[in-house]
T-cell receptor, first 114, second 115 residues
């Protein structure tokens, strides 16, 4: 285990469903990230939370809604998704005190939208 | 356009051989990192090299950085079948004044090591 836990590991949802992805880190890090990994594309940064405040939102459609209730937990709420949203969603955390030491990733949630 | 681009896209070698992967990037960086990903899993941080460093070692890994050419290479020596994975470079263009880094990843090199 890396210290970053993502649940569920796999998720199949219809386009009208509402679901949430959960990420929890036990490393005492102060920054958390959501990335999307689609086939044949580089990892895309979706959201960044630093000290529980959203500091980055990379033009992500509003059908993706992040939530960071505390420094250990990060959620990604999903609603009315499209088939092209099917991908591996990765959560990561890092300790950033003005100097990047590298990210710790979770194992990801494989999302399939049908 | 993406910041980091790896070359080659795929590499196939025999166990015991060395594997070299290259990464090029476009803008100034604070550091460059290499990650490994086994099929369908999360990424694992391998090594970080800062912009004022030229070479770094970690076990069988050797990373070089040439900021004048905006390029880096990852060398895996004496490869093993267990090294089969995708390898990504990521650049951190964090500019002072923020409290977090922001990594931009390349598309990766798929390494296959045959026993």
């Amino acid at each position: 285990e890396t210290g970053v836990t993502q649940t569920p590991r796999h998720l199949v949802m219809g386009m009208t469903n509402k679901k949430s992805l959960k990420c929890e880190q036990h490393l005492g890090h102060n920054a958390m990230y959501w990335y999307k990994q689609s086939a044949k594309k580089p990892l895309e940064l979706m959201f960044v939370y630093s000290l529980e405040e959203r500091v980055e939102n990379n033009s992500v459609p509003s059908r993706f809604s992040p939530e960071c209730p505390n420094s250990s937990h990060l959620f990604l709420h999903l609603h009315t998704l499209q088939p092209e949203d099917s991908a591996l969603y990765l959560c990561a955390s890092s300790q950033d005190d003005g100097y990047n030491y590298g990210y710790t990733f979770g194992s990801g949630t494989r999302l399939t939208v049908v | 356009s993406q910041q980091g681009e790896e070359d080659p896209q795929a590499l196939s070698i025999q166990e015991g051989e060395n594997a070299t992967m290259n990464c090029s990037y476009k803008t100034s960086i604070n550091n460059l990192q290499w990650y490994r990903q086994n099929s369908g899993r999360g990424l694992v941080h391998l090594i970080l090299i800062r912009s004022n460093e030229r070479e770094k070692h970690s076990g069988r890994l050797r990373v070089t950085l040439d900021t004048s050419k905006k390029s880096s290479s990852l060398l895996i020596t004496a490869s093993r079948a267990a090294d089969t994975a995708s390898y990504f470079c990521a650049t951190d263009a964090w500019a002072g004044g923020t409290s977090y880094g922001k990594l931009t990843f390349g598309q990766g090199t798929i390494l296959t090591v045959h026993p």
